[in-house]
T-cell receptor, first 112, second 114 residues
Framework: AQSVTQLGSHVSVSEGALVLLRCNYS??????LFWYVQYPNQGLQLLLK??????LVKGINGFEAEFKKSETSFHLTKPSAHMSDAAEYFC??????????FGTGTSLTVIP | ETGVTQTPRHLVMGMTNKKSLKCEQH?????MYWYKQSAKKPLELMFV???????ENNSVPSRFSPECPNSSHLFLHLHTLQPEDSALYLC?????????????FGPGTRLTVT
């Protein structure tokens, strides 16, 4: 069975500081992992994905994530937070039939 | 129009009303999904259609009735809803085949049941 746990439902960082959003997964098959972002009153937008190959994945808006099989983690990072990064972030793991299992989300606040 | 569109964006309905949500994808995908997003809960997958055939129905109450007339359109028909059905309803689409493909989401319909 597949599942995702996002540690911390709310994260606050200062503008210019490192962003770290945590995601741990459980999967009975080799996982495909995704990070999505949701801005207010919008749907989810894909930030990045891991399928196979390189474990450090780069996405849009300067975000990246590293797949660590030994830790069953796929944490999202950005070296320097910008005000426009304030949003809800969702981690997801794929299952059979292209079914996705989403976490409960992490709300990121950026303090000026 | 590009991507995935949903109408209406906001809907308020009484418990005895009948309404429909519409989703349209302009990406050439062959799979479409309905999700329910409630506060502090993971996204709940409601229905999956692949090549216009329903392939997934995750124990959704019968007061929700999906319809997929073609690969570009998806509807969610609503009747005799309950207040706990108030949520953001998201539509998504993707390719479908033997691999894993990212899903593209619409902006959602904010539903309030009074």
């Amino acid at each position: 069975a597949q599942s995702v746990t996002q540690l911390g439902s709310h994260v606050s960082v200062s503008e210019g500081a490192l962003v770290l959003l945590r995601c741990n997964y459980s999967s009975s098959v080799p996982p495909y992992l995704f990070w999505y972002v949701q801005y207010p009153n919008q749907g989810l937008q894909l930030l990045l994905k891991y399928t196979t190959g390189a474990t450090l994945v780069k996405g849009i808006n300067g975000f990246e994530a590293e797949f660590k099989k030994s830790e069953t983690s796929f944490h999202l990072t950005k070296p320097s937070a910008h005000m426009s990064d304030a949003a809800e972030y969702f981690c997801a793991v794929s299952g059979t039939g292209n079914q996705f299992y989403f976490g409960t989300g992490t709300s990121l606040t950026v303090i000026p | 129009e590009t991507g995935v569109t949903q109408t209406p964006r906001h809907l308020v309905m009484g418990m005895t009303n009948k309404k429909s949500l519409k989703c349209e994808q302009h990406l050439g995908h062959n799979a479409m999904y309905w999700y329910k997003q409630s506060a502090k809960k993971p996204l709940e997958l409601m229905f999956v259609y692949s090549l216009e055939e329903r392939v997934e129905n995750n124990s959704v109450p019968s007061r929700f009735s999906p319809e997929c007339p073609n690969s570009s359109h998806l509807f969610l028909h609503l009747h005799t809803l309950q207040p706990e059905d108030s949520a953001l309803y998201l539509c998504a689409s993707s390719r479908r085949g033997t691999g894993i493909y990212e899903q593209y989401f619409g902006p959602g319909t904010r539903l309030t049941v009074t």
